[in-house]
């Protein structure tokens, strides 16, 4: 019999920032935030590409999947590693540590990363494993409820849901846990962020957007004009802006397409073996910009299995799977979740609307300067970067933005 080892990861992001102090040691930070980024660009294509939304967490994916390969013994670890990209990491697990440390230690700014492991009392999991994925990922450790009052999945989802502020309340479906499940690993991250400069509520405006269809369907158009990073690449045909949340040390990044079919090109490009992502992110300047941003909202649950398994760690779910240093106990991973919330608007909240007075300050040093008019009415891409670690926390794409909900399986 075949013990189901379950991963949920649950994220959330409202619109509100952070700071981040700097991570220990900043060059194997990179080297894991390379390979956490490289891997996410491919997943991407496999779940996201054509898609009328998409939004997912790579940090949040990546480090769970490294909790799991941290237990993966022989052929399972051997495609984990390759498929997670750690060949060229030479201790991701003590990267991890910084990273999430540096990460959560953001003053001003909300950035919340809570792993917890449920273990069977039945099938119990090995006390070195248990050791190192606490000192490692900080995660919390605790005991499936298989009578708990309203299903074991219930303390589970009350964790999440008090992480994330209930905006996820539900992470496990019933029946999610069964007797035969060995553990439940859980990755949060709650991204609470301002905008450096907040948009403007009054001057939100209903606009256009352009499908892919060629279609117009009427969005609310948030803008402000203000000193930004910019850049129009000729190599990737694509623009791109980068609005900082308030600690500056993170930012939301539009790559908005320079034609109004070019999202799929352009996330092919980015997916592919030869595409360095951190040079989307580079070779920017500041100039005085005045961005039109669609407000939007997405929710998307994904699961993860069958993209995981075509690029190259099938074994891990399947009867051959050996995560011989999680527990004695034959173990196979049934799943891979994740649900993911991510929505943009002008503040997000009542600490923002005290730093909104900055906007028309900015404007007014520059009268004599025309402004370039970044329109984002057509797809495009987006991302939430910390710009230090170069770890990309969210990225999606939003080519409708009257959905709001994705289910992908
Ligand atoms: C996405 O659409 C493009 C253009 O229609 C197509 O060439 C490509 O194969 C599609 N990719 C996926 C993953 O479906
Ligand atoms: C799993 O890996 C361990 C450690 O390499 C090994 O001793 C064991 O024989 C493997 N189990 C199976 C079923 O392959
Ligand atoms: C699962 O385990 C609980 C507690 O040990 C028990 O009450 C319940 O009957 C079991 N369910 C099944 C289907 O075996
Ligand atoms: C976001 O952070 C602010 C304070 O910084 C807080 O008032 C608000 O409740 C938070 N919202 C969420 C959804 O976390």
Redesign the pocket.
């Known amino acids: 019999m075949w013990i189901e080892l379950t991963f949920v990861l649950a994220l959330t992001l409202s619109s509100l920032p952070q700071i981040l102090t700097g991570p220990t040691s900043l060059s194997s930070v990179k080297a894991l935030t390379r390979a956490s980024n490289q891997f996410s660009q491919k997943l991407y294509a496999q779940v996201a590409l054509n898609r009328s939304i998409s939004v997912y967490s790579p940090f949040s994916l990546h480090a769970c999947l490294s909790m799991a390969y941290l237990g993966a ?2 052929s399972t670890a051997d495609q984990m590693k390759r498929t997670l990209q750690l060949i060229r990491v030479a201790a991701p697990h003590a990267a991890y540590k910084d990273l999430i440390k540096s990460l959560n230690a953001v003053p001003r700014v909300n950035v919340l990363i809570a792993n917890g492991i449920w273990v069977n009392p039945n099938y119990p999991v090995k006390m070195q494993y248990q050791n190192v994925i606490v000192r490692q990922y900080f995660a919390e450790i605790d005991t499936i409820d298989l009578t708990a009052a309203g299903g074991p999945e219930t303390p589970i989802n009350s964790f999440v849901a008090e992480k994330t502020y209930n905006k996820i309340p539900d992470m496990l479906g019933p029946d999610s846990i069964t007797n035969d499940t060995s553990s439940v690993l859980v990755s949060v991250l709650l991204f609470n962020a301002t905008w450096n400069t907040p948009f403007d509520e009054s001057l939100t405006t209903k606009g256009d957007f352009t499908r892919a269809d060629g279609l117009n369907v009427q969005v609310d158009l948030m803008h402000q004009t203000t000193d930004l990073e910019f850049k129009q690449s000729a190599v990737e045909n694509v623009d791109v802006v980068r609005l900082p949340f308030a600690n500056q040390r993170l930012a939301f990044f539009v790559a908005l397409p320079q034609t109004n079919s070019g999202l799929s090109a352009l996330e092919t490009m980015m997916a592919s073996e030869n595409t360095d992502i951190d040079v989307l992110f580079t070779g920017m300047s500041k100039v005085k910009v005045h961005l039109y941003l669609p407000r939007f909202r997405i929710l998307a649950s994904m699961s993860l299995k069958n993209a995981l398994s075509k690029m190259g760690m099938p074994n891990a779910f399947q009867p051959v799977a ?1 995560f ?1 240093g999680i527990s004695v106990e ?1 173990l196979v991973i049934s799943d891979v979740f994740q649900r993911a919330v991510f929505e943009i608007r002008e503040s997000g909240t009542a600490a923002a609307a005290v730093a909104s007075s900055s906007l028309n300050a900015v404007t007014s040093l520059h009268v004599t300067d025309p402004p370039i008019v970044v329109r984002v009415d057509h797809q495009f891409m987006f991302f939430v970067r910390d710009d230090l670690s170069n770890q990309i926390l969210f990225q999606g794409h939003v080519s409708d933005p009257s959905v709001s909900n994705l289910d992908i399986q």
């Open positions: 013994r022989t050996n011989s034959p």
